[in-house]
T-cell receptor
């Protein structure tokens, strides 16, 4: 099976500062990777996804992530955060073939400080 | 959110009672999913459906059953609710299971408390 580890449960950062949210995955087969964002009292919204090709993927709201196969990582970055980025962020993985249910990490709560 | 309605949005009930949560979609997507979200666990898949009357178990299916009699509706039933099933439940939909179509649309969730 696949699994995801988000090492940081909470990340506080000042407004306009850069941020990196870390995600490591484990899988014996090829995978697809995703980042979702959840605002308070809402469902999850897809930020970006890595399917194949360029290892640097860009998503909505100025976020980007880099797939690193050798380090089995898919870290999320933003060069300058805004107050509105305060939310919970989830990394998820699914295998490319066969049963491909999503497996989520435990989430990282990003708090942007004015 | 993308034509997904979960009902009820909030429910409080007692241990041992049956509970049914409903997910309704207007997107005509083939795949529907039920997840639960708990602190420290992220989202975990309970059951999913790949068509009318076609369902399969996820990683935390014990104590839950599902039914899908119409494309647009996916019901999650707790036959005899327990306090460990207190959680926030999310429905999600997708056109297919390909990487490009993984659940990209989630409902707003149902907060279920079992006392």
């Amino acid at each position: 099976a696949q699994s995801v580890t988000q090492l940081d449960s909470q990340v506080p950062v000042f407004e306009e500062a850069p941020v990196e949210l870390r995600c490591n995955y484990s899988s014996s087969v090829s995978v697809y990777l995703f980042w979702y964002v959840q605002y308070p009292n809402q469902g999850l919204q897809l930020l970006l996804k890595y399917l194949s090709g360029s290892t640097l993927v860009k998503g909505i709201n100025g976020f980007e992530a880099e797939f690193n196969k050798s380090q089995t990582s898919f870290h999320l970055r933003k060069p300058s955060v805004h107050i509105s980025d305060t939310a919970e962020y989830f990394c998820a993985v699914t295998r490319q073939t066969g049963a491909n249910n999503l497996f989520f990490g435990t989430g990282t709560r990003l708090t942007v400080i004015p | 959110d993308a034509g997904i309605t979960q009902s009820p949005r909030h429910k409080v009930t007692e241990t041992g009672t049956p509970v049914t949560l409903r997910c309704h979609q207007t997107e005509n997507h083939r795949y529907m999913y039920w997840y639960r979200q708990d602190p420290g666990h992220g989202l975990r898949l309970i059951h999913y459906s790949y068509g009318v009357k076609d369902t399969d178990k996820g990683e935390v299916s014990d104590g839950y059953s599902v039914s899908r009699s119409k494309t647009e509706d996916f019901l999650l039933t707790l036959e005899s609710a327990t306090s460990s099933q207190t959680s926030v439940y999310f429905c999600a939909i997708s056109e297919s299971t390909g990487g490009d179509n993984q659940p990209q649309h989630f409902g707003d969730g149902t907060r279920l408390s079992i006392l």
